[in-house]
């Protein structure tokens, strides 16, 4: 019987089932599922995945993985990431509808090794399955990462294929003569043509795409190294062991990968809100990093530690663009830069032109523990910023006396005035022998090149206690050096109100001035604990005024209720509402806030990183939304950027 072409999505190949006698000899139990595959194959109708009637593969593809779902059902795949494999969805399909979160039916994984005979290479669990919202693909999560030595995983193709390219395609499947062979073969195919989301491959006589090839990467050479180009989807199987006869067709449809690396970065390696311990896994920041005038939004991010057990941390950049597009590109790898262990949890990062280009850069304050002696340790690097990503981090200075990182909120500002941003360290002295509480605000002033040793600009005369001060950096009376303020925790009063004040510490271009009190709550409850305070010049008058980001609780039906408060001016106004929640529920919990003029309007505006947590595909969500300044308020916000949708 010909098939023909309007009928080819009828045979689309979900698995290959391994026939029962081939795969155990000892196990009879599985004569049902053979007599349902023989049922299938007699009517045409779908024929579960493929394998290539090709030539055997070298030990250059060991990044092709073997995958058995259960005991009978069985495709291939692609390493894509340490810990990840790409294949078609359609291999743990249930309903025709992609399975998500942890896999229904035990999975098996294995990479590195060609020759299944062997034992070479890694066996893993699957424990993860991230299906792509709208393509025959899933990103399959392993038990353990693999190792580098291994298998390194394969290479995203940036660029589609083209009509009359050749492309190597490679899997575990069937062959012309074997039911389930136990060595990888690839086959060349020839591109017949490209669509919007697949790449239509004709094969030949010695290269068929057979069942338990489902899911198998489709390969161009670029120098030498090999470039994923899309994932086999379906195929009508001619010539295949058991299948129609060759003289039917050799075409093979494929999902096309280009172009998704932002799909499989985040997927593989984000956790834009938490990570699975619910700890905070990313640092927010702000600056102008392309040098551009308009600003854009950075991350720290932490990842699941390499298999070598080396801690993982990358810098993301969200460049913000004259049609409000808003596109992540990894700046800065703390793996794939070779950088080594780096560990985001002795990480405290800010944002400022350090070097004076016209670029802002991240500085990372680091945390390196106690010497054998009980001194503490620390570190300050610079990643400078190069327009379109980030230059490996370089030590600017180490801690000579002891130095605990655990007291120290490191914040960036341009103190004296020269153009170039600095690093403030406000710092937990302890308490005196009085019992007062002691903070110190140390500057660390860069001359371009480095920074100088740390300077005690300002400490506290009366008892100032770290543990209740929230500090901000801004240029509050328009002088064109930072200055510091800080909304200060004074508890509540005998009648249960919570109680805040603001202080300023105005810089004098050589130190600081003595705190001024520039607002106080009075009889108004102010939760402190509530509020995330930043600044920014929301007004427009090149003053930096003081923005909180206040939580209001729930309503009576759950609904979270939070509020944006702005206070204007050197002498500060009293706190405005500038936008509240209200019936849609916006959890302050969720919530991570910077500001910068994103629009080079030359009036700041809010960006809030909003946490929506793990989704029901056992992937992480979180988006960026703007609240863009109007000078007397603020627009409603809306979604610049969404994780869920960053694939084209």
């Known amino acids: 019987m010909r098939v023909e072409p309007s009928h080819m999505a009828r045979i689309r190949l979900f698995a290959h089932k391994e026939h029962p006698m081939t795969r155990n000899r000892s196990r009879l139990t599985f004569g049902a599922g053979a007599g349902v595959l023989a049922a299938l194959m007699t009517a045409g109708a779908a024929v579960p995945a493929m394998a290539l009637n090709g030539t055997d593969a070298s030990s250059t593809m060991k990044f092709v993985a073997k995958i058995n779902v259960g005991d009978q059902t069985a495709c291939s795949g692609a390493l894509v990431a340490p810990q990840w494999v790409l294949t078609a969805a359609t291999c743990f399909s249930t309903d025709g509808k992609p399975a998500i979160g942890k896999p229904k039916t035990a999975t098996t994984v294995t ?109 161009r050479t670029v120098d030498g190294i090999p470039e994923l180009v ?16 060759l003289e039917i067709r050799r075409n093979a449809i494929e999902t096309r990968v280009d172009g998704l690396a932002p799909w499989i970065a985040m997927a593989t390696g984000a956790r834009w809100g938490q990570d699975k311990e619910n700890a905070a896994a990313s640092q927010e920041l702000s600056g102008d990093f392309d040098g551009d005038g308009k600003t854009d939004t950075a991350v720290l991010h932490k990842y699941d530690p390499t298999s070598t057990g080396a801690k993982h941390t ?87 006396g002891s130095w605990d990182w655990n007291r120290s909120e490191p914040m960036a500002g341009d103190f004296n005035g020269d153009g170039k941003t600095d690093v403030g360290v406000f710092y937990n002295n302890g308490t005196d022998a009085n019992n007062r509480s002691i903070t110190t605000l140390w500057t660390f002033t860069s001359n371009g090149a480095s920074f100088g040793a740390p300077v005690a600009k300002w400490t506290s005369t009366s008892s100032w206690d770290w543990n209740r001060s929230l500090p901000v950096p801004g240029d509050y009376n328009g002088d064109g050096k930072t200055d510091i303020a800080v909304l200060y925790n004074y508890g509540a009063t005998a009648e249960g109100i919570n109680q805040v004040r603001l202080w300023t510490l105005s810089s004098n271009g050589a130190g600081f001035n003595a705190p001024v009190e520039q607002w106080y709550s009075g009889s108004t409850s102010w939760n402190w604990t509530r509020s995330k305070p930043f600044a920014g010049d929301y007004n427009g008058d090149n003053k930096d005024d003081i923005g909180i980001l206040y939580n209001n609780g729930t309503t009576i039906e759950g609904v979270n209720q939070t509020k944006l408060w702005t206070s204007n001016g050197d002498s500060f106004d009293a706190p405005v509402t500038k936008w509240e929640s209200g019936a849609t529920s916006w959890d302050w919990n969720r919530s991570k806030p910077v500001t910068g003029d994103f629009n080079g309007d030359g009036k700041d505006d809010i960006h809030v ?40």
Not at 141 to 161: N, Y
Not at 165 to 181: D, I, M, N, Q, Y
Not at 230 to 245: D, E, I, K, M
Request: charged share 20%; net charge negative; proline share 5%.
């Open 111 to 219: 990479v590195g090794r060609t020759d299944l005979t062997q034992t070479g290479g890694s066996v893993q669990q699957a424990v993860d399955l991230v299906p792509h919202p709208d393509r025959d693909l899933v990103l399959v999560r392993l038990a353990a990462a693999i190792p580098d030595a291994t298998a390194k995983p394969v290479k995203l193709a940036t660029t589609p294929a083209s009509a009359g390219e050749e492309l190597t395609k490679a899997g575990f499947g069937r062959t012309k003569t074997e039911w389930v062979p136990n060595k990888l073969h690839t086959g060349t195919f020839t591109v017949t043509s490209t669509t919007a989301t697949d790449v239509n491959l004709n094969g030949s006589d010695t290269a068929t795409v057979c069942q338990g090839d489902a899911g198998g990467p489709a390969l």
């Open 230 to 245: 899309a994932v086999n989807a379906r195929s009508w199987q001619g010539g295949c062991l058991g299948s129609a006869p």
């Open 314 to 400: 990358a810098l993301w950049k969200f460049t913000s663009t004259a049609d409000l597009s808003y596109h992540p590109v990894r700046g800065w790898d703390s793996v794939a830069s070779g950088t080594g262990s780096w560990d985001w949890d002795r990480s405290k990062a800010v944002a400022g032109d350090f070097n004076g280009d016209g670029k802002a850069d991240v500085a990372v304050l680091y945390d390196y523990g106690q010497t054998a002696e009980g001194v503490n340790q620390a570190k300050l690097w610079t990643f400078l910023s190069n327009g379109t990503g980030f230059d490996k981090p370089v030590l600017k200075w180490s801690s000579t």
């Open 609 to 648: 990183l909003y946490d929506y947590g793990q989704q029901a595909d056992q992937s992480y969500r979180a988006a960026w939304w703007r609240f863009t300044s109007t000078g007397p308020g603020f627009n409603n916000p809306y979604r610049v950027w969404d994780s869920i949708y960053v694939a084209p």
